[in-house]
Each structure stands twice: as structure tokens, then as C-alpha cells.
């Protein structure tokens, strides 16, 4: 089993993506609800959620470097296949970025670990980590993907590791596209044709006559229902 099906089992369980929205405070500045630069809700927002919104959807923490390592980290978890994009292509890279600026406590981390792996790269072959090659690049993030393998020195990289892992999946499998690779339905329109026949015969019901021609149809689901001045169906 790959590790896209392990997170299609791990997402489709009980766990859920599990995002926690901090809060934070808003200045006084007056400002006008704008479309959304890259996410967000825009329904039912009130005047600080939409300064905060606008605060983060236009701030920048990472650094050019910093986001190119994002990218590349983010498509080796949840690489483009045959059923459903990388995750670069679904904008996952500017989700972590807001969340860095929406749970500040992830900053720290963060930075650090990506700063090891120019470390860890220049420890094991003389070069940065955006300059490897993607055997390479397996090889670093190998060291610190799998908990239960890595070595104990790897312990602070494991726990940063499972931050992106999680990071990125959050992301993913808040876009249409990931719940689209999960099958995930949601509520959907549903059609009820009425209590079947025979379960009316067997408690002896059955329907008004003079109501029958007025029931809707399957040919007539889409016709909106007319009612007279005192409540009575129409059509």
C-alpha cells in the first residue's frame, strides 16, 4: 500500500483533518469586505474577521527559499497520480503559509526544520537541499518520514515531519479535489418517491384521489409547487 492509500484510509476513519482556527486581535482600521485573495469564507463575516482575513491572506512569512522547499516537500506526500492532482496544484503551499500566520506557535518549528534539511543535505552530500536530486531529496526526507524506523537523533526532525504531513493533508482534503479523491459525498439532493405501494396496501392507506393527478412526478421534480391565497395546492 502506497502512501496516498494510507492517507485515503486515514482520512476517510475517524480523525478527520482536525484544523483549530486561533484567534487574534484586530486593529481599527476600517476596512471594506474585498473578495478573498487565495481562500477563505466569505459569507457572515464580521468587520475583525474580515481585517484578520485581509491580515493573513496578504502578510508573508516564509521566505522564497523556504517556499520552494514547501513545494517540493508537499508533492512527496501527496504526489499527482492517476486520480487526483499534486498537491501544489491545489494550492497546499498557501495554505501552509496562512497557517504559519493563523497559529504562530507552528513558526518556530517550521523554520527550523526546514533549515535542517540544508543541514542534513550538506551533511550527507555537499549541497543544499533545493539542489539535489529527487532520489536525494527521498533519501533526506526518508530519515524522518517513518517514526517508528527513525533513528532517536531524527527525533526533533520526525516531529516536524508529522507537522508538514499533517499540514499538508489539512490542506489537501480541504479542497474539492481531495474530498473528490476520497468519494466524500456530503449532503446531495435526494429524491423520495412516497411510501411504496405495498407497504401502503399492507396498513391500509391510500392516497386522496382527488390529490393524485396533483403528486409529484419524476418528469416534474424540477416544476415548483403553485399554492392558492388560502393554502391549497395548485400544481
Not at 96 to 118: C, N, S, V, Y
Not at 206 to 215: A, G, K, N, T, V
Request: proline fraction near 5%.
Amino acid at each position: 500500500m502506497n502512501r496516498r492509500e494510507n492517507l485515503k484510509l486515514l482520512f476517510t476513519g475517524s480523525i478527520g483533518t482536525g484544523l483549530f482556527m486561533t484567534s487574534c486581535e484586530a486593529d481599527n482600521t476600517e476596512v471594506k469586505h474585498q473578495p478573498l485573495l487565495d481562500g477563505g469564507t466569505r459569507g457572515g463575516r464580521i468587520q475583525e474577521e474580515i481585517r484578520r482575513d485581509q491580515v493573513l491572506l496578504t502578510d508573508r512569512f516564509f521566505t522564497e527559499n523556504e517556499m520552494q522547499k514547501i513545494r517540493i516537500l508537499v508533492d512527496v506526500i501527496m504526489p499527482k497520480d492517476a486520480d487526483s492532482p499534486a498537491a501544489t496544484e491545489i494550492g497546499v503551499p498557501n495554505f501552509i503559509e496562512f497557517m504559519m500566520k493563523d497559529q504562530p506557535a507552528h513558526q518556530t518549528p517550521m523554520r527550523g526544520g526546514l533549515m535542517w534539511l540544508d543541514f542534513e543535505s550538506e551533511e550527507k552530500f555537499g549541497k543544499a537541499f533545493l539542489d539535489l536530486s529527487s532520489d536525494q531529496v527521498i533519501q533526506i526526507i526518508d530519515l524522518v518520514a517513518w517514526p517508528e524506523t527513525a533513528l532517536s537523533e531524527y527525533e526533533g526532525g520526525v516531529r516536524w515531519f508529522n507537522m508538514m504531513r499533517n499540514l499538508t493533508c489539512s490542506g489537501y482534503f480541504s479542497t474539492e479535489a481531495g474530498w473528490k479523491y476520497l468519494d466524500y459525498k456530503g449532503n446531495q439532493p435526494n429524491v423520495w418517491d412516497g411510501v411504496p405501494q405495498e407497504v401502503m396496501d399492507k396498513h391500509g392507506f391510500s392516497l386522496e384521489e382527488q390529490y393524485i393527478p396533483l403528486y409529484l412526478k419524476p418528469e416534474e421534480r424540477g416544476v415548483v409547487a403553485q399554492w392558492d391565497e388560502n393554502g391549497n395546492l395548485i400544481s
